[in-house]
């Protein structure tokens, strides 16, 4: 089994910054990819980039080119999101999740998940 924890949302302006954090416990957590995903009110749960657990190659989504950042401590078991230039439309539930395998970006292929975390830009 593995547990993953979110961390680090909140209320921030048009154009700042936040840093997510995911703690995962339970497995090796080096043995997996691991992928954020943001859920606003009324829509579908979608990607917004994902890690390769072996390489660490980054894979980004539209939304997240050019302003996020993926990263891993595989040493202390945690994924992280840094957003910079945030807009409005950013405004979402942040979930952190964890499949074996290659980055997928459908949320069906990811087997663990985060409790999420609110992530709310205003203009």
């Known amino acids: 089994q593995v547990q993953l924890v979110e961390s680090g949302g909140g209320l921030v302006q048009a154009g700042g910054s936040l840093r997510l954090s995911c703690v995962v416990s339970?497995?090796?957590?080096?043995?997996?990819?691991m992928g954020w995903f943001h859920q606003a009110p009324g829509k579908e749960r979608e990607f917004v980039v994902g890690i390769e657990w072996n390489r660490g190659n980054p894979y980004y989504g539209d939304s997240a080119k050019g302003r996020f950042t993926i990263s891993r401590d595989n040493a202390k078991n945690t994924l992280y999101l840094q957003m910079n230039s945030l807009k409005p439309e950013d405004t979402a539930v942040y979930y952190c999740a964890a499949r074996r395998g290659v980055i997928l970006t459908r949320r069906e292929n990811y087997e663990y998940w985060g409790q999420g975390t609110q992530v709310t830009v205003s203009s």
């Open positions: 339970g497995r090796a957590f080096d043995l997996y990819s």
